[in-house]
């Protein structure tokens, strides 16, 4: 996969997943851009010295994702793997805890997908520009198989919209070589992941740098055909 002189946003970025999707990427000439809120997670980003680190985006605010698109004139690829993860039964989870789960995943989602659409334009409208580009989401297995989401059916709903969200914007930019995919993981090999469920076959579970191929294809001048598929990632689970 070439990504030679195309940039690549890539959100949540700085953590395990995103980090190597970053890596990938760098590896195959990207040039990528980088938001984060908290300063630790820039400190401890491995590439940070072959990234721009975008400070201070909220991504479920248009204020943190226009500072994070805004100015780029050579935008090929967005990546959102932003996002969070919440346990909860129904009875116990109130309308604040709803609405975390839909803005943390959902609407970050949305908006970086509205803003990359501008961008590409951008680009397109640009002397010398490329029309076209591409998107890639993180929904997750239970947002496919919402019968997995038992005692998390916030988090599942709002992954869910991702899905749903990824397949109409994909017919919606058919006729712009816009493609637009995302893929849905299991639980992902890391170790917050290993210390929360010690006992768990953690070799089953997908490994973060097998994930980021996948994502790295999609994302790729490689990938001229798939657009609108919600792609599984379950490793051996």
């Known amino acids: 996969m070439d990504f030679a002189n195309r940039t690549v946003i890539v959100t949540g970025g700085t953590g395990a997943l995103g980090r190597a999707v970053v890596g990938a990427l760098l590896t195959a000439g990207a040039r990528c851009r980088v938001p984060y809120i908290l300063e630790a997670e820039a400190t401890s980003f491995p590439h940070q010295d072959n990234v ?93 198989e919402p019968r997995l989401g038992a005692g998390m059916a916030a988090y599942a709903a709002s992954k869910a919209a991702v899905a749903a969200f990824t397949q109409a914007l994909a017919a919606e930019v058919a006729g712009r ?37 996948t994502i790295a294809f999609l994302a790729s001048p490689e990938n001229k055909v798939t657009t609108g598929a919600v792609v599984p990632v379950p490793g051996r689970t």
Request: glycine share 10%.
């Open 52 to 144: 721009t680190l975008v400070p201070g985006c909220d991504l479920s605010e248009e204020a943190g994702v226009a500072r994070l698109y805004d100015g780029l004139t050579d935008l090929w690829a967005s990546i959102h793997i932003a996002g969070g993860f919440a346990m909860g039964s129904v009875p116990d989870t109130d309308k604040s805890a709803v609405m975390h789960m839909l803005n943390t995943n959902f609407v970050s989602c949305c908006l970086c997908c509205r803003a990359a659409l501008r961008g590409f334009d951008a680009v397109a409208g640009h002397p010398g520009g490329h029309p076209g580009g591409r998107i890639v989401n993180v929904a997750a297995r239970p947002g496919i």
């Open 177 to 213: 070589g816009i493609l637009v995919n995302a893929i849905a993981p299991s639980i992902i090999d890391t170790p917050a992941n290993r210390a929360a469920m010690p006992n768990a076959d953690h070799e089953a579970w997908p490994k973060p740098e097998e994930i980021a191929a």
